[in-house]
Each structure stands twice: as C-alpha cells, then as structure tokens.
C-alpha cells in the first residue's frame, strides 16, 4: 500500500472527514486531525478500507501520536431541518471549532464545503484515500459512529444496527416496514426500500 501524505510542509493542516450521509438513521458525524510533523503511519487509509481490527487499532495510535484531533456529530433531527449536506459540513466545522492548534489550511474530503472563517481550504475527491490527515479522520469518526450504533442497538436491536450501522441493508429496511421509524431515525429520508432523501 503507498504510504499516504500530507498536502504540504508549509502549513499546518487540518484533514477533515465525516461518516453517516448515507444512513437511514444515527448522526452524521465528522473528525479533524493535525497531523505532527512526525507522524508516520503506513496502516492509515480510507477507513471503508480497513478490518474493524486495524481501525480500532489505529483510532488508538492515531490519538496518542498526531499534533491534535477533535470528533464532532449532529443529530438526525439537526440533518431533517438543515439537510444531510449542511449537517455534514457543519459537523466539521464543530470538529474544527474544538482544536487547540489553529490550523493553516482546511482539507476537505469531497467537493463540498462552507469556507470556514479565515482559514483557507481545499476539497479533495477521494481525499480519504490520497491524504494521511483526511484518512486518520475518516479512521475516528467512523470509529466514533459505529460504536454509538452498537450501543443504540441495545435500545432497538430488531433494526440491526450493529452490522448495518444504519445503513439501508435489507434487514433495515424490512424492520422499518414491520415496525416504523424510531427517533433515531432521520424523517426527511425515505424510511421504507430507498435511502434517497424526500
């Protein structure tokens, strides 16, 4: 696996990252990470590419060695009121808001983002898989999401939110047929056989 980089020397970057937009139900949420200059990590990689092993591994690794992270959600009533992509950005932002370390310059996994005060950025497509700092947040929120999935599924376990995340698997979805949304779920997404927003 090619060892992923950081966008620049010059500047300290903050790589930014959420999980959850596709998701029936659950928050969306987003991590920023400052990479330090000698963070060196060749496991790190777009999080939809690693075992469940290796992410809580480097979720770990990732905490204890990089120059500072912070974790930020929005709940589904936020994203039915301002929609999955503004949640999605505005997550961020309240990842961004919480670092010590002022950062330099914002990288942005995707093609959207809401310029953030003063602090110049650029959005990279696949960021996740070409950037170390975009790929250490991908791994922690994730991390984040999936284990506050596992522990609403002890509340609700007939929608299997323990191995669907939330995600519109078949389970999902037949669940939500048979016994209707709960609070968790997201109302301003189609709640039956798509995910596609009303």
């Known amino acids: 696996m090619e060892l992923l ?3 620049s020397e010059q500047y300290i970057e ?3 990252d959420e999980v959850g937009r596709g998701c029936l139900c659950g928050p969306v949420v987003a991590a920023a990470v400052i990479i330090d200059e000698t963070f060196v990590q060749n496991l790190v990689d777009d999080s939809k590419k690693l075992t469940l092993k290796t992410r809580l591994y480097l979720d ?3 905490k204890s060695n990089v120059k500072e992270y912070a974790v930020a ?4 009533q936020y994203i039915d009121e301002h929609n999955i992509l ?6 961020m932002h309240l990842a961004l808001d919480q670092l010590k370390v002022r950062p330099e310059l914002i990288l942005v996994d995707g093609n959207r983002f809401h310029p953030y005060p003063s602090i110049p950025h650029h959005c990279i497509v ?5 950037l170390l700092s975009i790929a ?3 791994v922690l929120a994730k991390n984040y999401r999936d284990q506050l999935m596992i522990k609403l599924h002890e509340e609700f376990p007939q929608y299997g939110w323990s191995t669907n995340m939330g995600y519109a ?3 999902h979805r037949d669940a939500l047929n048979e016994f209707g949304p709960t609070v968790h779920h997201r109302k301003s997404f189609r709640l039956d056989y798509t995910m596609n927003e009303v």
Not at 73 to 76: A, I
Not at 126 to 130: A, L, N, R, S, V
């Open 169 to 171: 698997t078949k389970m």
């Open 136 to 138: 250490a947040a991908s």
């Open 73 to 76: 959600e929005l709940s589904p």
């Open 5 to 7: 980089k950081k966008w």
């Open 60 to 62: 770990e690794y990732i």
């Open 126 to 130: 696949k960021g996740d898989e070409k």
């Open 86 to 91: 503004n949640a999605s950005i505005h997550a």
């Open 14 to 16: 903050a790589g930014c």
